[in-house]
């Protein structure tokens, strides 16, 4: 079992940067792929961001201004987000795993973490 913590979220203005962290339990957590999801009110939840030992990739609509990263002796994923869009605000997520195996599909993901609010006003 995976136990995922997000933090980081709040109300920032146009143009501002927010970094959401996620703390994972876990010996093997450098094993595990990670994921950065977003769910706006009425929308289906989208893929941000994916992070494995093998690489990992971006949505279209994030790339050049959000990075994610991860700290394996902290058991820890980031995801940096800059030049931050009022379309950007959502509950974001983040998943793991096990397996290993990045992916952009959340059904590939076992394991979620509550989320954490990230609001953008214009």
């Known amino acids: 079992q995976v136990q995922l913590v997000e933090s980081g979220g709040g109300l920032v203005q146009a143009g501002g940067s927010l970094r959401l962290s996620c703390a994972a339990s876990?010996?093997?957590?450098?094993?595990?792929?990670m994921g950065w999801f977003r769910q706006a009110p009425g929308k289906e939840r989208e893929f941000v961001a994916a992070v494995s030992w093998s690489g990992g990739g971006y949505a279209d609509s994030v790339k050049g201004r959000f990075t994610i990263s991860r700290d394996n002796a902290k058991n820890t994923v980031y995801l940096q987000m800059n030049s931050l869009k009022p379309e950007d605000t959502a509950v974001y997520y983040c998943a793991a795993d096990t397996r290993g195996r990045s992916s952009s599909s959340p059904t590939m993901y076992a394991y979620w973490g509550q989320g954490t609010q990230v609001t953008v006003s214009s």
């Open positions: 876990g010996r093997t957590f450098s094993n595990y792929a």
